[in-house]
């Protein structure tokens, strides 16, 4: 594929050209993560976390934050690129003068990845520290929330971080073990990586919260990896079909260029369904109920292999405008899992 042409190259590339290439894709890569990283800390403190009620100085404390966030952030790029790089000098040496790494080198080449992660850790704990404290001014209650809210930034920003530079650095890995094997394990195992990849869910529902809500939905639940977003309910509004529509494309864009490291699939269908609070004498919770949901469901299970990611019903154009659905495309009928009647498909224009 172009892209991974693009990212390892050629096998017989110099040692030199590999080292350039990962150095030039890993600038990218990392202010990537960063802003994703920042992207969840601004929907959580937004929309999510709120604030605590005794707390009366909101707009100061913006102002605040807003300008001591530009200041740190100018501050850590600089830092991190210089601190980044220097740790990578070793590998970018001996890659460079086309030689056998020493068992050290070999070992430090490997842990690439690893050393940007913990680059990007320290920058974050020290934001979470420096923004904690700050808020903890005006409230305690306040700066706790900041804290936390700043390491989850911070958590996700590491492990899209090594993602990336893992991928990145592919070419590198496979050049250091062509000299052979370290006599022991240097990256990160099982554990490690689930927690790396919980981090990344959160990326993941940080892009559906901020695009739903952009639209003018609700996401109703999260279930393991996969959200429930309704709009029209409990505030009925004439454009439902629009909105919904029009989120699942941009969602499917920001997914793609947010998280490219995860795979989602987008269903959209749209009718009658019940809405409201179900459940027992002890606990209640709003949900849909309904046929569209169920093909929602059925939908998305099938969007995972499709090109793009992103399936609506056919029957939902005809409830749309004619700009949203303009975008649209209606393509093959098929039996989803569970139902009778086949199901038209429609995909969003140039997938």
Same mark, same amino acid.
């Given at each position: ?7 390892? !190259? ?24 960063? @802003? $994703? ?12 976390? #709120? ?19 530009? $200041? ?22 001996? $890659? ?16 690439? #990845?690893?050393?940007? %992660?913990? /680059? ?22 306040? !700066? ?11 958590? =996700? ?22 000299? !052979?094997?370290?006599?022991? #394990? ?7 990586? @689930? $927690? ?19 639209? @003018? ?49 987008? !269903? ?9 609070? /179900? ?7 709003? =949900?849909?109920?309904?046929? #569209? ?8 299970? %099938? ?49």
């Amino acid at each position: 594929m172009l892209f991974d042409r693009l990212i390892d !190259g050629k096998p017989t590339d110099s040692g030199k050209r590999i080292s350039r290439r990962a150095t030039l894709l890993l600038m990218p890569a990392v202010a990537l993560s960063n @802003g $994703i990283g920042a992207t969840l800390v601004f929907v959580l403190a937004g929309f999510v976390v #709120p604030t605590p009620p005794e707390f009366d100085q909101e707009t100061q404390s913006l102002i605040v934050n807003l300008v001591a966030a530009a $200041i740190y952030l100018l501050i850590a790029l600089v830092v991190g690129t210089v601190w980044g790089f220097k740790r990578l000098n070793p590998t970018r040496q001996w $890659i460079g003068e086309e030689r056998a790494p020493t068992q050290e080198e070999l070992r430090m080449a490997l842990r690439g #990845p690893l050393r940007i %992660l913990l /680059v990007n850790a320290v920058l974050w704990l020290v934001a979470v520290l420096a923004f904690g404290g700050l808020n903890a001014g005006y409230s305690p209650v306040l !700066g706790v929330t900041v804290e936390v809210t700043t390491l989850l930034g911070g958590v =996700t920003t590491c492990a899209v971080a090594y993602l990336l530079s893992e991928r990145i650095f592919r070419s590198t890995t496979a050049r250091a073990l062509s000299y !052979g094997a370290p006599s022991r #394990p240097v990256l990160p195992g099982v554990q490690t990586k @689930g $927690i790396l990849g919980w981090a990344l869910l959160n990326a993941f529902f940080s892009v559906v919260v901020d695009v739903v809500d952009e639209h @003018g939905g609700a996401v109703n639940k999260f279930e393991g990896d996969a959200a429930l977003a309704i709009f029209g309910a409990p505030i009925p509004r004439d454009d439902n079909a629009d909105h919904a529509l029009a989120a699942a494309r941009h969602l499917a864009e920001r997914l793609n260029a947010e998280v490219p490291d995860l795979r989602a699939g987008i !269903g959209v269908s749209g009718g009658q369904a019940v809405a409201g609070n /179900v459940g027992a004498e002890h606990r209640f919770e709003y =949900t849909v109920i309904g046929d #569209p949901v169920n093909e929602a469901a059925r939908l998305t299970e %099938l969007a995972k292999s499709e090109h793009g990611g992103v399936l609506a019903s056919a029957g939902l154009l005809e409830q749309a405008g004619q700009q949203e659905a303009a975008h649209w495309t209606v393509g093959r009928s098929v039996k989803l899992r569970g139902r009778k009647a086949e199901t038209r498909l429609a995909t969003p224009v140039g997938v």
